[in-house]
Structures are given as structure tokens and as C-alpha cells.
């Protein structure tokens, strides 16, 4: 069974540009989970979709959005990059409740 | 703003030797209480998790015990091996639609062979 799979991996943007990561969950997940790890803060929780709606909502600003498609990928974007942006973008899928299964993330650095 | 707070922030231990990571909660409603393990360049991975309805839990030489009225949670490692080498996370949860889960800031373990 294939695990989460995150791209991209790796990426270098500058301030002010914008930035799309993209999530394919386990197959039959239906809930796509979106978190942010950086050293000082740890995981903090961006967004969840199930069924192409989002369900709940992190305390971030307007620049990070994402959505679900019907297959259950998910994408997010966060637009106007900065500095404070940089960190691993993770996502898990899980069923309704109970475990969360993560990709290994996409790294991004904003110069 | 609910909180989690986790500790020790670092822990280091001789191989064989025991690991004991702390959780404690503010939320009285979470129901659900894993524990997460990453290991560098990884996405964290679900390692034992238990509900409220039991006090202790064990999983080879994993165990959570569960305190409910002091709203704790601990993760027990025993005979500790460099591969358990790694961070580890709490996330508390209430069971349903709520995935909006809040995490420990992590326990760095590291296993001195």
C-alpha cells in the first residue's frame, strides 16, 4: 500500500513569491491534514479537508489556503512569501478519526 | 488557547536504560492520546496510543500510562537502543471531526550505545 506522497520535496523561493505543495494521500483516506515544523514552534496545524471541504482551520494568516480535489489530493499555497515562511510543510491522511499517517514533507526555504 | 506541554525537551540515555517522556494536557474532552516518533528527514509516524479507559498500555517495550485526573500522559521506552534515537510527539485529540490537533513541542531522545 503506498504511503503519503509529498513534492515536492525540496524547494528555495523568495520573499514575496508564492508556492504550491501538493499531498496525494493513502488511497481510501478521505481527510488530508496540513501542518508546519519548525525547530522553535514544533507542528502546528494548518488545515484539514475531507471530501473536498475544509473541516477545520489553524491560526494562520490568509496567505495559506489549500484545497482538496474530488481523487482526495490535496494541494496548499501560501502566497507573498516570507522570511518566516521557511519550514517542513507536512501532510497526513487518515481516515475519519483515530491515526494520522505522514509523507516526509516538503522543505521550503524563503531567501 | 489549549496547551500541551511536553518534557523533557532533551533526554539522553545509555543504551538499555529506561526513556520516560512527560504529556500534560489542559482539554478534560480529549479522548484519544498517541504517541508520534520521527526520525530525521522523516514525517512523524504513530507509535502507541491509548483512550481513557485504561490506565496503561503496552506495545514491546513501548508503554503509555495514562493519569486522568492530573491530565498526564507518559511515554515509557525500557531497554532504550540507539535506533529509538529520535523526536517524540504528543497529540492529544478529541475523537470526531476535530482533527485540529495541538502537538508537544517534542522530545529529542537521544540513545548512547
Known amino acids: 500500500k503506498a504511503g503519503v506522497t509529498q513534492t515536492p520535496r525540496y524547494l528555495i523561493k523568495t520573499r514575496g513569491q508564492q508556492v504550491t505543495l501538493s499531498c496525494s494521500p493513502i488511497s481510501g483516506h478521505r481527510s488530508v491534514s496540513w501542518y508546519q515544523q519548525t525547530p522553535g514552534q514544533g507542528l502546528q496545524f494548518l488545515f484539514e479537508?475531507?471530501?473536498?471541504?475544509?473541516?477545520n482551520k489553524g491560526n494562520f494568516p490568509g496567505r495559506f489556503s489549500g484545497r482538496q480535489f474530488s481523487n482526495s489530493r490535496s494541494e496548499m499555497n501560501v502566497s507573498t512569501l516570507e522570511l518566516g515562511d521557511s519550514a517542513l510543510y507536512l501532510c497526513?491522511?487518515?481516515?475519519?478519526?483515530?491515526?494520522?499517517?505522514f509523507g516526509e514533507g516538503s522543505r521550503l526555504t524563503v531567501l | 488557547q489549549q496547551q500541551v506541554k511536553q518534557s523533557p525537551q532533551s533526554l539522553i540515555v545509555q543504551k538499555g536504560g529506561i526513556s520516560i517522556i512527560n504529556c500534560a494536557y489542559e482539554?478534560?474532552?480529549?479522548?484519544?492520546f498517541p504517541w508520534y516518533q520521527q526520525f530525521p528527514g522523516k514525517g512523524p509516524a504513530l507509535l502507541i496510543a491509548i483512550r481513557p479507559d485504561v490506565s496503561e498500555k503496552k506495545e514491546g517495550r513501548f508503554t503509555i500510562s495514562f493519569n486522568k485526573s492530573a491530565k498526564q500522559f507518559s511515554l515509557h521506552i525500557m531497554d532504550s537502543q540507539p535506533g529509538d534515537s529520535a523526536t517524540y510527539f504528543c497529540?492529544?485529540?478529541?475523537?470526531?471531526?476535530?482533527?485540529?490537533?495541538?502537538w508537544g513541542l517534542g522530545t529529542s531522545l537521544a540513545v548512547n550505545p
Open positions: 497529540a492529544p485529540q478529541k475523537a470526531g471531526n476535530n482533527r485540529k490537533l495541538i
Open positions: 482539554n478534560t474532552a480529549f479522548d484519544y
Open positions: 479537508y475531507f471530501s473536498e471541504t475544509q473541516r
Open positions: 497526513a491522511s487518515s481516515l475519519e478519526t483515530g491515526e494520522l499517517f
